[in-house]
């Protein structure tokens, strides 16, 4: 119908650091529907210390992925919302094979516009040079890095400088990277096939 016909639904496709969080806000701005990012979510259910935050920080901060029933229906309430109608941005769902297969039945039952994909590629040793200088405030949920992107008045969304002061996210360990990028290569790139 004609509502769906203009809704947005896009999904960037990339390894952690690729940059897609940064597109996903541009894309958020410009075409005025929400991102949606479920390392976002689980990083705030773990800042409220909830249940379910507390279930997932191991497997997070070690670079592992988290199981796919808790992203899974982290995402069907998200694509509930009445503001997440007109479309989304995903990023960072799916990553796996069985999330990108529950999506597909979820746009399925919602009459949702089809997905379009962009992937956003970048070679892993730039990769391992962002996440190993990114820093991130537990504040204001402002990424940073420290020679790219140094925080600085103006550039933290939430927080003025001096109250917002970026740390090294525990996920951002030497050993945490190489089993992020172990995790995508193994569990996230045959997405790309799928796609
Ligand atoms: P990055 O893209 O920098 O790796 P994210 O913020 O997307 O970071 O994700 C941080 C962590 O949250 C992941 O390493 C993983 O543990 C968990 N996570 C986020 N999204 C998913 C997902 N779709 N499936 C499984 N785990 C996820």
């Excluded at 995402?75 to 990553?95: E, M, N, S, T, Y």
């Excluded at 297969?101 to 962002?130: C, K, N, Q, W, Y």
Aim: glycine share 8%; proline share 8%; net charge neutral.
């Amino acid at each position: 119908d004609g509502e769906s016909a203009m809704q947005h639904n896009i999904y960037l496709f990339g390894a952690p650091g690729a940059g897609k969080g940064t597109q996903a806000q541009l894309l958020s701005e410009k075409l005025g529907i929400p991102q949606l990012s479920t390392g976002d979510m689980l990083r705030a259910a773990r800042k409220e210390g909830s249940e379910l935050g507390n279930r997932v920080a191991a497997l997070m901060d070690s670079g592992q992925l988290v199981p796919d029933e808790v992203v899974i229906e982290l995402v069907k309430q998200r694509l509930a919302r009445p503001d997440h109608q007109a479309g989304v941005i995903l990023d960072g769902f799916p990553r796996t094979i069985k999330q990108a297969e529950a999506l597909d039945a979820m746009f399925a039952a919602t009459g949702r516009a089809p997905l379009r994909v962009i992937s956003v590629e970048v070679a892993f040793d730039e990769i391992r040079r962002r996440l190993a200088g990114r820093r991130w405030c537990a504040r204001c949920n402002g990424t940073f890095h420290v020679t790219d992107n140094p925080p600085r008045p103006g550039n933290s969304p939430g927080c003025d400088v001096s109250s917002c002061p970026p740390a090294v996210r525990p996920d951002a360990r030497p050993e945490a990277i190489e089993k992020r990028l172990q995790a995508y290569s193994q569990q996230t790139a045959p997405l790309m096939d799928y796609y």
